[in-house]
T-cell receptor, first 108, second 113 residues
């Protein structure tokens, strides 16, 4: 079975940093994705990790520890437009298994 | 620019009706997926297809079927809609292989009354 956990909600101030944690227990693992989904819109790809360590992409970074079944998405220099849901997804063969998503609200 | 389109953004159907949700992608992707998204549950995989006329059950296939007659088109069918199928339905596509992101359509919000 698949078990993927992430916090339901987080709130932060514009310009701050927020870290969204994701823990997983899955029957297979081919990598971990993070997606962003604004309200009423389709999820869009943010990052992919398959090896342990940190991947940095502009204001967003993603970290993976396969031995701990743990990942995080780090959002730096938060902007109002970063208010969205962030979805953690584990890849196994063709398929993705998603966590329930973390809604991030950025306050002015 | 990859584009995944879905036939309707909003749909209202009655209990017992047969419902067709269409998805088309323009990037020649082999793999296509249907998910439903419900608050607190995230995206759950209903069915997927890795080639024309091929289909595989996902995690929650009960009450649904699919059709893939052409590579670019993947249809989700609710044989007899029920109120517990009220949800947001998202289609996605990707190329096979590790690390390829899935591209999502805008979603269809289906309400069954």
């Amino acid at each position: 079975g698949q078990n993927i956990d992430q916090p339901t909600e987080m709130t932060a101030t514009e310009g701050a940093i927020v870290q969204i944690n994701c823990t997983y227990q899955t029957s297979g693992f081919n990598g971990l994705f993070w997606y962003q989904q604004h309200a009423g819109e389709a999820p869009t790809f943010l990052s992919y990790n398959v090896l342990d360590g940190l991947e940095e992409k502009g204001r967003f970074s993603s970290f993976l520890s396969r031995s701990k079944g743990y990942s995080y998405l780090l959002l730096k220099e938060l902007q109002m437009k970063d208010s969205a849901s962030y979805l953690c997804a584990v890849s196994n063969d063709y398929k993705l298994s998603f966590g329930a998503g973390t809604t991030v609200t950025v306050r002015a | 620019d990859v584009k995944v389109t879905q036939s309707s953004r909003y749909l209202v159907k009655r209990t017992g009706e047969k419902v067709f949700l269409e998805c088309v992608q323009d990037m020649d992707h082999e793999n296509m997926f249907w998910y439903r998204q419900d608050p607190g549950l995230g995206l759950r995989l209903i069915y997927f297809s890795y080639d024309v006329k091929m289909k595989e059950k996902g995690d929650i296939p009960e009450g649904y079927s699919v059709s893939r007659e052409k590579k670019e088109r993947f249809s989700l069918i609710l044989e007899s809609a029920s109120t517990n199928q009220t949800s947001m339905y998202l289609c996605a596509s990707t190329t096979p292989g590790q690390g390829h992101e899935q591209y999502f359509g805008p979603g269809t919000r289906l309400t069954v009354t």
